[in-house]
């Protein structure tokens, strides 16, 4: 199984427990602390699982970047949060400079 998966698996999880802490912290919200717990720890499991191909430094930066930039995102259209322009160029940094990290990672791996 390609590493992608579970690291695509990992940034799902890790953004709906995150949305989700903002549901936990009202009271009566107790389902939700549920989700958050349970998503970090499914999160953390399939960045393992992600680590057994994928190097580290592609694989974190992956999951933080785009993790980021799918929270910010989601924000926008679940809470209804502002996306101003500055903040759209920051996404737009972010993914490029994890698509670079990607790419460097690719071009100084040792070849089979």
Known sequence: MSGYVPLAGAILVEV?????LR???????WWQWLIVVIGY???FAL???????????PAYALWSGLGTAGIAIAGWFV???????PAILGIALIIAGVVLI???????????
């Open 16 to 20: 709906i427990a995150t949305l989700s």
């Open 23 to 29: 549901g936990a912290t009202r009271q009566g919200h």
């Open 41 to 43: 720890a499914s999160a």
């Open 47 to 57: 960045l393992a699982l992600a680590l057994r191909t994928i190097g580290v430094g």
């Open 79 to 85: 809470f209804g949060e502002r996306l101003t322009m």
């Open 102 to 112: 990607e790419l460097g990672g690719r071009q100084g791996a040792a070849q089979p």
